[in-house]
């Protein structure tokens, strides 16, 4: 089975942005000129996914916007022979094809996901999640897409943590298969240290296998009242074998505000034109 379909949740209030999210999505705040979730779709691009959807939610119509053509503009650049403007403007390719469809109450990231079920139709499918952005040579998708080739199972996108982070990921109790690979044997949603059984985090990236959209039809809502991806996939093991893989690159959180700040100044400080514009020292 090969991997041609992506999903990509972008619903959430944003609410640790306010007053800025109230009428801006924080999946649309800059990393120097981009948005961030410009570089989401651009990772799944990158790693030979063509057909994308993005759940998004009332108020996030700029997204939408981004995406689609602006013929008053593109006319306007062609005019005046801004080539290199038109050019970043037309973002991807026109065999991308980029879809939409609104999560109409914010249910958590399992309901997010549920609402792809007719798009994946019945395919294993990549999630990437719309405020993680991945810096890596080869990107992360890629590299989960190529262990996938082998396990054909399930895998979830994790990392180290510190110790003091445990209590706010999803944590994996699992056996080492391989240099960055694990075979996953039970799922901790949050656990105090102490009872963590390892400080290896789930992140923003996802391989599912269609069968998850049973799984999240089953579990009942959890903290919150939201539908957790993680109690779906818990489920699931129970019938699959699911791997962790540790991917290899640097993972920016920009769903906190110190988060986004953090990314903009390192992405600052690796664009040397940038930094010398700015006479800032590396």
């Known amino acids: 089975m090969k991997i041609k379909k992506a999903v990509i949740p972008a619903a959430g209030f944003g609410t640790r942005f306010l007053p800025l999210t109230k009428s801006m999505p924080k999946e649309m705040l800059p990393v120097l000129n981009k948005p961030v979730i410009h570089y989401v779709v651009e990772e799944a691009v990158r790693s030979g996914i063509k057909d994308i959807l993005i759940i998004t939610a009332a108020g996030k119509r700029a997204i ?133 059984p390892s400080n290896i985090g789930i992140i923003g990236r996802y391989i599912l296998m269609p069968e998850i959209f049973d799984c999240l039809e089953e579990i009942s809502p959890g903290a919150g009242g939201e539908l957790q991806l993680t109690d779906a996939l818990i489920l699931l093991n129970e019938s699959q074998e699911l791997y962790a893989y540790i991917f290899d690159g640097k993972r920016y959180d920009t769903g906190t505000p110190e988060g986004w700040l953090k990314t903009n100044i390192e992405y600052a400080m690796d664009d040397e034109n940038l930094r010398k514009k700015l006479n800032l020292r590396k």
């Open 64 to 196: 939408e916007d981004y995406f689609d053509h602006n013929a008053d503009l593109e006319q306007h650049l062609g005019k005046n022979n801004k080539s290199k403007e038109l050019n970043e403007i037309n973002i991807f390719a026109d065999d991308v094809y980029i879809h939409f469809i609104r999560q109409k109450e914010q249910k958590g990231l399992g309901h997010a996901v549920s609402l792809a079920k007719k798009f994946v139709n019945n395919e294993p499918f990549v999630v990437l999640l719309g405020d993680d952005i991945i810096k890596s040579k080869k990107h992360a998708t890629k590299q989960m897409m190529d262990v996938f080739e082998k396990t054909q199972s399930t895998i979830i996108g994790v990392e180290e943590v510190p110790d003091e982070k445990v209590n706010a990921y999803g944590i994996i109790d699992g056996e080492k298969i391989d240099n960055n690979l694990y075979k996953v044997h039970s799922l901790v949603e949050k656990p105090n240290m102490d009872d963590a």
